[in-house]
C-alpha cells in the first residue's frame, strides 16, 4: 500500500521508499525526500517561479535517465504550471513555488533544472551562469583557478559571482543581473569566456569541441540561452552518490587543491546550512543584480 503524508494541507502519495536509488552508498528514495525536505528553505527561492526541467532517474542513476520538460502526466492540480515559449510552439511546464510542490517533484526522483529567467518576464534574463567543466586529467582544481579569475573579470563590470559545485566534475559561477535579453547575457557570458582563453591559453577552452578539451577547463557560456537550464543549487545529482551542486565559499575555492574537499553530498547539506546559511541567497535580491555592459564597453 502506497503511504500517504500531508503537507502543507496537501495529501501525498509517496512510492517506494525503500528503493536505493544509490547502490555506491545505500541511499534510499525516503532519504531522498528527506533531503529535499530538509533543504527546502534554501532551494525553494532558487526554484521559485522558474520552469523547470526534470532529469529524471527513476531507477537510479545505472537505469534510465531522461529530461522531461513537458508537465508529467498525473500531476496533482494544486502543482504551479506555465506556459513557456518555445521555437516549435508554446509548452506547459512545472513551476515549484512550495514545499508540498518540492515533495511531489521528488518523489519523481528527479535533478531539478532551471532556466535563467522567471516566468513573469521570459524575455528578460534575471541570472548569468558559467559552466566550468574539467577535462581529464583536468579537475575541479583548475576550475577553481578559472573561476578566480573570472570572479575579478566580472567583478571589473560592477557584477558579483558566487559558486558552487556542479555536482560533477565541475564548478558554477552564477550572478544576478538586471536589464538584458537571453541573447545579450548569452552574448556576454562568451565574450568572458573568450577573454578567459585568451589569459590563459593552456588551461582555458570556449570551444566544446572535444578533441580541445583534455586538460583544460571548458568554459560553457552557452546555458545562458533562453531554451537552456542548468542544474538548480542543492539539487542531487544522478551519480553513483548522492552528491549535490553545493554552494560554495570563495576562501574554499581560492584553498581548493585536490577534488575532495569540493565534492559534497547529501548528508553535508545540512550542516553547511547551520554553519552558512545559504551562500547563494543575495542571487534573490534584485537590489544586488549587476547590469550586464554593452557591446565594446565591457571591463572598461
Given at each position: 500500500?502506497?503511504?500517504?503524508?500531508?503537507?502543507?494541507?496537501?495529501?501525498?502519495?509517496?512510492?517506494?521508499?525503500?528503493?536505493?536509488?544509490?547502490?555506491?552508498?545505500?541511499?534510499?528514495?525516503?532519504?531522498?525526500?528527506?533531503?529535499?525536505?530538509?533543504?527546502?528553505?534554501?532551494?525553494?527561492?532558487?526554484?521559485?517561479?522558474?520552469?523547470?526541467?526534470?532529469?529524471?532517474?527513476?531507477?537510479?542513476?545505472?537505469?534510465?535517465?531522461?529530461?522531461?520538460?513537458?508537465?508529467?502526466?498525473?500531476?496533482?492540480?494544486?502543482?504551479?504550471?506555465?506556459?513557456?515559449?518555445?521555437?516549435?510552439?508554446?509548452?506547459?511546464?512545472?513551476?515549484?513555488?512550495?514545499?508540498?510542490?518540492?515533495?511531489?517533484?521528488?518523489?519523481?526522483?528527479?535533478?531539478?533544472?532551471?532556466p535563467q529567467w522567471v516566468i513573469q518576464?521570459?524575455?528578460?534574463?534575471?541570472?548569468?551562469?558559467?559552466?566550468?567543466?574539467?577535462?581529464?586529467?583536468?579537475?575541479?582544481?583548475?576550475?577553481?583557478?578559472?573561476?578566480?579569475?573570472?570572479?575579478?573579470?566580472?567583478?571589473?563590470?560592477?557584477?558579483?559571482?558566487?559558486?558552487?559545485?556542479?555536482?560533477?566534475?565541475?564548478?558554477?559561477?552564477?550572478?544576478?543581473?538586471?536589464?538584458?535579453?537571453?541573447?545579450?547575457?548569452?552574448?556576454?557570458?562568451?565574450?568572458?569566456?573568450?577573454?578567459?582563453?585568451?589569459?590563459?591559453?593552456?588551461?582555458?577552452?570556449?570551444?566544446?569541441?572535444?578533441?580541445?578539451?583534455?586538460?583544460?577547463?571548458?568554459?560553457?557560456?552557452?546555458?545562458?540561452?533562453?531554451?537552456?537550464?542548468?542544474?538548480?543549487?542543492?539539487?542531487?545529482?544522478?551519480?553513483?552518490?548522492?552528491?549535490?551542486?553545493?554552494?560554495?565559499?570563495?576562501?574554499?575555492?581560492?584553498?581548493?587543491?585536490?577534488?575532495?574537499p569540493l565534492t559534497f553530498l547529501a548528508?553535508?547539506?545540512?550542516?553547511?546550512?547551520?554553519?552558512?546559511?545559504?551562500?547563494?541567497?543575495?542571487?534573490?535580491?534584485?537590489?544586488?543584480?549587476?547590469?550586464?555592459?554593452?557591446?565594446?564597453?565591457?571591463?572598461?
Amino acid at each position: 500500500m502506497t503511504p500517504i503524508t500531508e503537507v502543507e494541507g496537501r495529501r501525498l502519495p509517496l512510492s517506494n521508499l525503500q528503493k536505493v536509488l544509490y547502490p555506491a552508498t545505500g541511499f534510499t528514495k525516503g532519504e531522498v525526500l528527506h533531503y529535499y525536505a530538509t533543504v527546502a528553505d534554501a532551494l525553494l527561492p532558487h526554484l521559485r517561479d522558474r520552469p523547470l526541467s526534470f532529469l529524471r532517474y527513476p531507477d537510479g542513476p545505472d537505469g534510465q535517465v531522461f529530461f522531461a520538460k513537458n508537465v508529467p502526466p498525473g500531476t496533482p492540480e494544486w502543482v504551479t504550471r506555465a506556459e513557456v515559449p518555445r521555437s516549435e510552439g508554446p509548452a506547459r511546464m512545472v513551476v515549484v513555488q512550495d514545499l508540498a510542490s518540492l515533495v511531489w517533484a521528488a518523489n519523481l526522483v528527479t535533478e531539478f533544472h532551471t532556466p535563467q529567467w522567471v516566468i513573469q518576464e521570459p524575455e528578460t534574463a534575471d541570472r548569468l551562469v558559467l559552466d566550468l567543466d574539467p577535462g581529464a586529467p583536468a579537475t575541479v582544481v583548475e576550475c577553481c583557478e578559472v573561476a578566480l579569475w573570472l570572479r575579478e573579470r566580472l567583478a571589473a563590470d560592477g557584477i558579483e559571482a558566487y559558486p558552487k559545485t556542479s555536482g560533477s566534475k565541475g564548478l558554477h559561477l552564477l550572478a544576478a543581473v538586471r536589464g538584458a535579453s537571453s541573447e545579450r547575457v548569452t552574448e556576454y557570458a562568451k565574450q568572458l569566456a573568450v577573454e578567459a582563453e585568451r589569459a590563459a591559453p593552456r588551461l582555458v577552452l570556449h570551444r566544446m569541441t572535444r578533441s580541445l578539451r583534455p586538460g583544460k577547463v571548458f568554459v560553457d557560456w552557452s546555458q545562458n540561452a533562453a531554451r537552456k537550464t542548468t542544474a538548480a543549487p542543492y539539487t542531487l545529482r544522478a551519480r553513483a552518490e548522492p552528491t549535490v551542486s553545493a554552494p560554495v565559499t570563495w576562501e574554499e575555492v581560492e584553498a581548493c587543491r585536490s577534488a575532495g574537499p569540493l565534492t559534497f553530498l547529501a548528508s553535508d547539506i545540512a550542516p553547511r546550512l547551520q554553519d552558512f546559511g545559504d551562500l547563494l541567497a543575495p542571487l534573490t535580491d534584485a537590489r544586488r543584480a549587476g547590469t550586464v555592459p554593452d557591446p565594446g564597453t565591457a571591463g572598461s
